[in-house]
C-alpha cells in the first residue's frame, strides 16, 4: 500500500492507499489488480470509498476482462456499493466488437452489450435505454 496524506487549507485531509500488482503470462496475457482505500475528511464528516479492481487482456487475441467492487462510505456507513464485470470482451481494429459490460448497485442493473463494430445496447433492469 502506498500512503498519501493530503491537507488543503480549508482544514480538509485526504488519506489515499493504494496497491496493484502486474503480472505478465506466456502468450502475452497481462493482469493487473487493485486495491484502493481513500478517505476524505472535512469538519466533522468523514468519506470513504474503497475497493478492488481486475483487469485482464490478451493483446495477441483481443480478449478483455473487467471486474471491480466499490463501496462508498459516510461517518462509517455504507451509503452505495457497486460492481462493475464484464463477460466475452473481445477488442478488434473497431474498438470493442463483442461482449457485455455490467454495473449493478441496490437499484440499478446497467448491461451494455456489444453485438458488433458500432453496434451496442444499452438496458437498465432489463428496459432498453436509447443510446442516441
Given at each position: 500500500m502506498?500512503?498519501?496524506?493530503?491537507?488543503?487549507?480549508?482544514?480538509?485531509?485526504?488519506?489515499?492507499?493504494?496497491?496493484?500488482?502486474?503480472?505478465?503470462v506466456?502468450?502475452?496475457?497481462?493482469?493487473?489488480e487493485k486495491?484502493?482505500d481513500h478517505v476524505?475528511?472535512k469538519?466533522?464528516?468523514?468519506?470513504?470509498?474503497?475497493?478492488?479492481?481486475?483487469?485482464?487482456?490478451?493483446?495477441?487475441?483481443g480478449?478483455?476482462a473487467?471486474?471491480s467492487?466499490?463501496?462508498?462510505?459516510?461517518?462509517?456507513s455504507?451509503?452505495?456499493?457497486y460492481?462493475?464485470s464484464?463477460s466475452?470482451?473481445?477488442?478488434?481494429?473497431?474498438?470493442?466488437?463483442?461482449?457485455?459490460?455490467?454495473?449493478?448497485?441496490?437499484?440499478?442493473?446497467?448491461?451494455?452489450?456489444?453485438?458488433?463494430c458500432?453496434?451496442?445496447?444499452?438496458?437498465?433492469?432489463?428496459?432498453?435505454?436509447?443510446?442516441?
Amino acid at each position: 500500500m502506498k500512503d498519501i496524506d493530503l491537507s488543503s487549507p480549508s482544514g480538509a485531509t485526504r488519506s489515499i492507499q493504494s496497491s496493484y500488482s502486474v503480472t505478465f503470462v506466456l502468450g502475452g496475457a497481462v493482469t493487473v489488480e487493485k486495491e484502493f482505500d481513500h478517505v476524505f475528511s472535512k469538519d466533522a464528516d468523514t468519506y470513504q470509498y474503497k475497493g478492488k479492481s481486475k483487469y485482464v487482456a490478451n493483446p495477441s487475441t483481443g480478449d478483455l476482462a473487467i471486474s471491480s467492487e466499490i463501496s462508498y462510505l459516510k461517518n462509517g456507513s455504507d451509503i452505495g456499493s457497486y460492481t462493475i464485470s464484464s463477460s466475452d470482451l473481445h477488442a478488434s481494429f473497431c474498438g470493442l466488437d463483442k461482449g457485455s459490460i455490467e454495473l449493478k448497485n441496490a437499484s440499478h442493473h446497467y448491461v451494455l452489450t456489444i453485438s458488433g463494430c458500432g453496434q451496442h445496447t444499452l438496458t437498465d433492469n432489463g428496459t432498453a435505454i436509447p443510446l442516441n
